[in-house]
């Protein structure tokens, strides 16, 4: 059964840092290509980055050059190092498979708040 466990959210102030977590019980992980997704409230879901299996990342605008989502395929584990957050990164953010619906299975996500 699959589970997503997303984790390392908080409270932080425009400018700062944070890096989330991703625990993932996905068969053959290791070549899964694998995205972090964040939902604002009153918007829809959103891609903010996705990395493949080989390691080749791709990042919304939005976030291009803040954020930087890496895996460690033995830990089956996802994580998304955020910097220079701003306001506007405000959301639940989520990690699941490339092209994830809202059919499929979702963690709870984890809450990241950026203000003063």
């Known amino acids: 059964q699959v589970q997503l466990v997303e984790s390392g959210g908080g409270l932080v102030q425009p400018g700062g840092s944070l890096r989330l977590s991703c625990a993932a019980s996905?068969?053959?992980?290791?070549?899964?290509?694998m995205g972090w997704y964040r939902q604002a409230p009153g918007k829809q879901r959103e891609l903010v980055a996705h990395?493949?299996?080989?390691?080749?990342?791709n990042y919304a605008d939005s976030v291009k050059g803040r954020f930087t989502i890496s895996r460690d395929n033995i830990e089956k584990t996802l994580y998304l190092q955020m910097n220079s957050l701003k306001p506007e990164d405000t959301a639940v953010y989520y990690c699941?498979?490339?092209?994830?619906?809202?059919?499929?299975?979702w963690g709870q996500g984890t809450q990241v708040t950026v203000s003063s």
């Open positions: 990395i493949t299996g080989g390691g080749t990342a």
């Open positions: 699941n498979l490339l092209g994830a619906t809202v059919r499929d299975y």
């Open positions: 996905l068969s053959i992980f290791s070549i899964r290509n």
